[in-house]
């Protein structure tokens, strides 16, 4: 399964059952940000003041190696939580905000369940 193919459509699980198969790519996404490494890496990008972040920006924020932090990031871009580019010897991360939209969406309870 791509990536960018794990969460397309989804209706919020409160009006309709996953299936199977769109639940076991959901179940994955948030088991990356179930780390509160990839969490911590996720929100660095996301709130970056240019969008994006360079590895380098990564490593200093975290006591952790470096092959350690690249593999937090791989976990988040295998989900399509992240894209990448290269450019000379660092790489530069991106939140998709698409991919943050869906997982929203899938948990958004209909209006009906929220008001009392």
Do not use: N
Request: glycine share 6%; net charge negative; aromatic share 4%.
């Amino acid at each position: 399964m791509e990536p960018l193919e794990l969460l397309e459509c989804c209706a919020p699980l409160a009006r309709e059952p996953i299936d199977p198969g769109r639940a076991v790519g959901v179940a994955r996404a948030f088991k990356a940000l179930g780390d509160p490494v990839r969490l911590r890496i996720l929100s660095i990008v996301a709130s970056h003041a240019s969008g994006e972040a360079c590895v380098c920006d990564l490593t200093a924020a975290f006591d952790l190696s470096q092959p350690t932090i690249s593999h937090h990031l791989k976990v988040l871009k295998d989900v399509g939580l992240l894209t990448s580019e290269r450019r000379a010897s660092w790489v530069y991360y991106r939140v998709v905000p698409e991919r943050l939209a869906e997982l929203s969406g899938l948990l958004a309870a209909p209006a009906a369940m929220t008001e009392h």
